[in-house]
């Protein structure tokens, strides 16, 4: 995880914080009149996330959550049958 200044007291440049099994928690995001978030800085600075990179957005009971393609590949391997959908989405 990148370094940075920040204000413990400042939830907008307070650090992450850290949860179970290297899980972060960043903040809270509110959602815009067309669906969309603003992920914050810190989490767009420690996993790389750049102005036109494309996520894909994972469902599950617990909720959302977003990943890169690449790294999405990386987890399920080539062989499985989301692999091709995930392709396909990623514009792979």
Same mark, same amino acid.
């Given at each position: 995880? &990148?370094? =940075?200044? &920040?204000?413990? @007291?400042? $939830?907008?440049? !307070?650090?992450?914080? #850290? *949860? $179970?099994? *290297?899980?972060?928690?960043? +903040? !809270?995001?509110?959602?815009?009149? /067309? *669906?969309?978030?603003?992920?914050?800085?810190?989490? /767009?600075? @420690? =996993?790389?996330? &750049?102005? +036109?990179?494309?996520?894909? #957005?994972?469902?599950?009971?617990?909720?959302?959550?977003?990943? &890169?393609?690449? /790294?999405?590949?990386?987890?399920?391997?080539? #062989?499985?049958?989301?692999?091709? =959908?995930? /392709?396909?989405? #990623?514009?792979?």
């Amino acid at each position: 995880m &990148s370094q =940075h200044t &920040s204000d413990p @007291d400042d $939830p907008t440049t !307070a650090p992450p914080l #850290a *949860g $179970p099994e *290297g899980r972060m928690f960043y +903040g !809270a995001v509110t959602v815009g009149e /067309r *669906g969309q978030v603003v992920i914050p800085a810190q989490a /767009r600075r @420690d =996993h790389g996330i &750049s102005s +036109g990179d494309k996520l894909l #957005a994972l469902g599950s009971p617990e909720g959302i959550a977003l990943m &890169s393609a690449d /790294r999405l590949m990386e987890l399920l391997g080539d #062989a499985t049958p989301l692999a091709e =959908h995930v /392709r396909k989405a #990623a514009g792979a």
